[in-house]
């Protein structure tokens, strides 16, 4: 019984001078007259408590690909358990990753160690109204662990001592689902030896400062998200469609919402194919609106609900975020697009403890990819075109002025072309101090710098694209990403001839020729090269056009034409330095003593006899092969000369293991060994890795032809993983190293 009294003597009507005692507070249990009372009267014990047993957690379903997760959480419990303390663990993750279906899995299954029961609240940290307040999660704790509704304390500190005291000797296991903050879990953690699972989108950091133990959940194998396809569909469709299930898996990025919302429409089609899913998904502008279910299960109010707890800085790098074109990210793209911004580096914090960013190796950042279809779209819905093409500019001027500076100091010889930037000030990443650093960042970058490529053209920035293209040469050049080089020049040709700018057609058609001729296409290359000397002609630009000569000599010789070749390389080494350019005449010089000391033995040579004939034949063609390396060491030795006085000692560099190798074939193994040597010592430090190859491939012969056979194997064998390294264009000179390696083993002779 409870009475509530005003707390002071008053007459009662009609009866005189009889008085009743009005208490101010609350009285519980029997009610006696006693005058005047100040304050709250507890008579006698208060009712005791009855114990129950609460069993709230949420029913079971499938856990797929969880075993390590779940392992880990368990070998944290018996930790806990040995050291007499209570278990808490956070399970944080991008909405829709799975992170109450795995905290439900390991909980569930304690339940034969934790006999008391098991309670359950959602936390609301994404409810519309905002999260729940502690103090009534647990006055629901309690009144399900048997208190009185009466005897629940007003103040949220007694309610936390109570419910200390009443878990204080129960074995209880405690969901606390979609959490807000630290400060809010604290006070529903229980006493004695429970154990305590939340959940977050955030990771919760301070928890982990109190002993949490923190297990952040990314998405889905790609065998896994098959597998939760397959048992959300039922039916077999995954069995008869295995393809097409990978590829929808794929679309759905691996996160279990997505391909079960998939699943589910599927499921309410029996008799749809999931390829019909599958090019439902594949347009990215609409693949949110696909993953949606009536509004009741949707990736994209998944992702809102996460993206409306930010303050606003982050919120405003999140949409921008969404317009970067590549798939990852460095910090210094946060300060390229918060330019108002003191510390752009916090939102960036702050978008990973909302689990919208996770780490990518190298303190670099990536977005779940539709978690960042749906930064995009909130871009489109809450930025201004004017306001995201200014976002798309800064960032494609930031890659462009950084892939610039990179150029810069890996090739200052090469002729950098004048650069085309917004007006709004330049961010340059650092991209190191030396040439191997800086060809590092640009292959770290290679993906971002070609994402900016395909997109500028399209973005109204064709000067962007076909500049980019050009900053990437000694990328290129030097690391053989054929696929890329000739992608990004033919994007950057096509830009050019958008902008109807003949000098960077130019330079479009003689890089991307000469990275079509390196990747294997002469004749491709050849057309390119022939198609810049016309316009080169055209323009009365005879500088240009002597360069071509060089280039078509290249295609050329690719082409089986060794002697039209060797006349284009002759043309090029002397028209060259005569219009002002002596670095490039002497590249011509080099093409020709390369050329030179690889020309073929002549077939009656090959062909060759122990007939009198036959020997003067070999005898006429060791002279010839004596006056080719003779006349390779002269063209190679002025071309070493040159490029060491323009300071290019990168292609001094090759041009020293071309003079080593016709010193070899001169029968001077000692000189030949010295300059090899010396190219390498240069090479090694630039990562060239196919050049370098050349060199140890050269020092191999030289031991091989003084009997060092262990050191030439171990030379050939360098050599061969070198050129393994660079792909296709180091495929047919492997073949022979490996050839020179199987001769060595069977004891052969060196039959050069």
Not at 114 to 126: E, R
Not at 394 to 421: G, K, V
């Amino acid at each position: 019984m409870r009475t509530t009294y005003t707390g002071r003597r008053a007459r009662v009507p009609g009866e005189g001078h009889r008085s009743h005692n009005e208490v101010r507070g609350e009285v519980y249990g029997s009610v006696v007259q006693a005058g005047s009372v100040q304050g709250g009267i507890h008579i006698g014990a208060p009712p005791a408590a009855v114990r129950q047993t609460p069993w709230q957690l949420p029913p079971l379903v499938r856990v797929v690909d969880r075993s390590s997760e779940l392992a880990a959480l368990e070998r944290h419990r018996a930790r806990a358990a040995r050291d007499g303390r209570p278990a808490l663990a956070a399970v944080s993750g991008l909405g829709g990753v799975g992170k109450t279906t795995v905290a439900l899995r390991w909980l569930h299954g304690l339940r034969a160690r934790f006999p008391a029961g098991q309670l359950h609240a959602d936390l609301g940290a994404q409810s519309p109204d905002g999260p729940e307040h502690p103090g009534e999660i647990l006055a629901r704790f309690l009144r399900a662990l048997g208190v009185p509704a009466q005897q629940v304390p007003a103040m949220l500190a007694e309610r936390t001592v109570l419910y200390r005291s009443l878990t204080a000797d129960r074995s209880l296991v405690v969901l606390l689902d979609d959490a807000a903050t630290a400060a809010q879990v604290r006070p529903l953690l229980p006493g004695g030896g429970s154990v305590a699972a939340v959940t977050s989108r955030s990771r919760l950091p301070g928890l982990i400062v109190d002993g949490c133990y923190p297990l952040h959940l990314e998405p889905l194998t790609p065998e896994a998200a098959v597998e939760l396809l397959s048992d959300t569909l039922a039916d077999g469709r995954v069995g008869d469609e295995p393809e097409d299930a990978r590829t929808l898996v794929a679309l759905c990025a691996g996160l279990p919402l997505a391909v079960r919302i998939a699943g589910a429409r599927l499921a309410a089609h029996p008799g749809r194919r999931i390829a019909t899913m599958v090019r439902s998904l594949a347009a990215e502008h609409q693949r949110l609106e696909v993953l949606d279910i009536d509004g009741d299960h949707s990736v994209r109010a998944a992702l809102d609900l996460s993206y409306r707890t930010l303050p606003p800085p982050a919120a405003r790098l999140y949409r921008l975020l969404g317009l970067h074109p590549g798939r990852e990210f460095d910090a210094s793209v946060a300060s390229v697009l918060l330019t108002t911004e003191a510390h752009p580096a916090r939102s960036l914090d702050v978008l990973h403890e909302a689990s919208l960013l996770v780490d990518a190796p190298g303190e670099r950042h990536r977005f779940h990819d539709l978690v960042r279809l749906h930064a995009a779209a909130r871009a489109r819905e809450e930025e201004s075109p004017v306001e995201r093409a200014e976002a798309v500019r800064r960032i494609a001027d930031h890659y462009l002025a950084s892939a610039t500076r990179a150029e810069e100091i890996i090739d200052p010889q090469h002729r950098t072309m004048a650069r085309d930037y917004g007006s709004v000030p330049v961010l340059v990443a650092d991209v190191g101090a030396g040439p191997d650093a800086a060809l590092d960042w640009l292959e770290r970058e290679l993906p971002n710098l070609m994402a900016v490529v395909h997109q500028a053209r399209s973005a109204g920035l064709p000067a962007v694209c076909w500049q980019l293209a050009d900053a990437l040469w000694p990328l290129f050049l030097r690391r053989k990403f054929h696929d890329d080089w000739c992608a990004a020049h033919r994007e950057g040709l096509a830009a050019a001839r958008d902008l109807g700018d003949t000098v960077a057609e130019c330079r479009m058609l003689t890089s991307g020729g000469l990275g079509e001729l390196d990747a294997g296409h002469p004749g491709r290359a050849l057309a390119m090269f022939e198609r810049a000397a016309e316009l080169f002609v055209g323009r009365g630009d005879l500088l240009g056009h002597a360069r071509t000569l060089n280039y078509r000599g290249l295609a050329l010789r690719a082409l089986g034409r060794p002697d039209e070749a060797a006349g284009y390389f002759a043309r090029a080494a002397t028209e060259l330095p005569d219009h002002g350019d002596r670095r490039a005449g002497a590249l011509a010089r080099l093409n020709l003593a390369d050329l030179t000391l690889t020309t073929e033995q002549t077939e009656d040579a090959r062909q060759a006899t122990h007939t009198e004939e036959a020997r003067q034949t070999r005898q006429a063609e060791e002279t010839g092969q004596t006056r080719r390396a003779e006349e390779a060491i002269r063209h190679a030795g002025a071309a070493r000369t040159m490029l060491l006085d323009v300071g290019d000692t990168y292609n001094a560099a090759r041009a020293a293991t071309l003079l080593g190798r016709a010193q070899l074939a001169a029968n001077r193994p000692g000189r030949a060994a010295e300059l090899l040597s010396s190219a390498l010592a240069t090479l090694r430090g630039m990562t060239a890795n196919y050049e370098t190859a050349r060199a140890v491939e050269g020092l191999a012969e030289v031991s091989e032809r003084r009997g060092q056979t262990d050191l030439a194997r171990t030379h050939y064998q360098e050599a061969l993983d070198l050129y393994a390294s660079v792909g296709r264009s180091g495929y047919d000179e492997a073949e022979a190293v490996r050839s020179r390696l199987r001769r060595l083993e069977r004891g052969e002779p060196d039959g050069s």
